[in-house]
Nanobody, 121 residues
């Protein structure tokens, strides 16, 4: 059974940094794209960043220049380095994976359980 497990959330002061990690468990052969979404209180879920298997990354407008996404294909993992955090970055952050091929088939649109990031002033 394939699962995405996030870690690294927490409480940080504005201007600080956090690093989120997400690993896909199971007998995995390949993952096309991985990424991060977030949802703040009474806000719509939005794309933070995504990265393809070739390393090409896309960022949401609000995090461009402050956040960096990376992945380690050998560990089936994706990371999000968040710098210069702002109060408006407070949200639950979700890891995603798409077109993940494992021993039990190909999975689309996988989501992790989410990790809370809270930025205080």
């Amino acid at each position: 059974q394939v699962q995405l497990v996030e870690s690294g959330g927490g409480l940080v002061q504005a201007g600080g940094s956090l690093r989120l990690s997400c690993s896909a468990s199971g007998r995995i052969f390949s993952i096309n794209s991985m990424g991060w979404y977030r949802q703040g209180t009474e806000k719509d879920r939005e794309l933070v960043a995504s990265i393809g298997s070739n390393g090409v990354a896309v960022y949401g407008d609000t995090v461009q220049g402050r956040f960096t996404i990376s992945r380690d294909n050998s560990k089936n993992a994706v990371y999000l380095q968040m710098n210069s955090l702002k109060r408006e970055d407070t949200a639950v952050y979700y890891c995603t994976a798409d077109q993940l091929t494992s021993v039990d088939g190909t999975h689309y649109g996988l989501w992790g359980q989410g990790t809370q990031v809270t930025v205080s002033s």
